[in-house]
């Protein structure tokens, strides 16, 4: 299988569990809707229920008092979101905001781990949150060494790779450009040289609010070696 292949397959939690086990917890919750841009976490509130994702990219940002923001991750079909707090019992410690419109099941903390010791699945989940803190270390390491170009071309392929399989066009990111320089940390300005090349060469596509990716493998070749395509989230 190619590698761009490889960004459509199963992913998250729910790929490392039975599928039966995965229906329960979507099943148990409470299923809501959110719109892009929808706050479904917020940075310092108590936790005390975990949300299960069935639809829908989502972005993990961490926010200072003066208003500075940088993402931390992207999660989507899959992907638990919220399960630190229910094993430390702090508050929030980042905000998750929806990219597009989506669906999520909401469980007690109680009844999520409930479903997790009656399918046997503590072990993958165990796993699943190490490479949640396996994914943070590499996410630190690349936003202080590594070029603009392959620092974008890295986000651009996490946000391919967490549509999930079943998402209609997992190519088209509902992100404008301010946002995914500031998901990097960055201005603006130091993209938009880098997405202007890319573009005159037949790479992406832009339109108001959205990047389109027509060349997926061309951005995977812009990634530095030391990327990694494990996919664990």
């Known amino acids: 299988m190619s590698e761009a292949n490889d960004l459509r397959r199963p992913r998250g939690f729910r790929s490392l569990i039975p599928a039966h086990a995965w ?3 979507v099943q148990d919750g409470v299923r809501t809707t959110h719109r892009a841009r929808d706050r479904v ?4 509130e108590p936790g005390g229920w975990v949300l299960v994702c069935v639809s ?5 940002v961490y926010s200072e008092p003066d208003g500075r923001e940088l993402m931390l991750a992207v999660r989507g079909p899959g992907d638990v979101i919220g399960e630190f ?3 430390d019992g702090r508050p929030r410690s980042a905000t998750v905001q929806a990219i597009e ?3 999520t099941s909401k469980l007690s903390d109680q009844r999520f781990h409930a479903i997790a010791e009656h399918f046997g699945v503590r072990p993958q989940l165990n796993s699943y949150v190490l490479g949640k803190v396996r994914e943070s270390a590499a996410h630190a390491w690349q936003l202080a060494h590594r070029t603009t170009a392959s620092r974008l071309a890295d986000l651009i392929v996490t946000l391919i790779r967490a549509a999930g399989p079943d998402h209609p066009a997992a190519t088209t990111i509902a992100m404008s450009q301010e946002e ?4 990097l940390g960055l201005a603006r300005s130091a993209i938009t040289p880098v997405l202007a090349d890319w573009k005159s060469n037949g790479l992406v596509g832009i339109s108001r609010g959205k990047l389109h990716v027509d060349d997926v493998p061309a951005i995977l070749a812009h990634r530095s070696p030391d990327v990694s395509t494990s996919g664990q989230n």
Do not use: M, Y
């Open 180 to 183: 995914l320089a500031t998901a």
């Open 101 to 103: 419109p989506g669906i």
């Open 56 to 60: 829908g990219r989502l972005k993990v």
């Open 41 to 44: 976490l917020r940075q310092g």
């Open 23 to 25: 229906a329960t917890f």
């Open 85 to 87: 707090s229910g094993l």
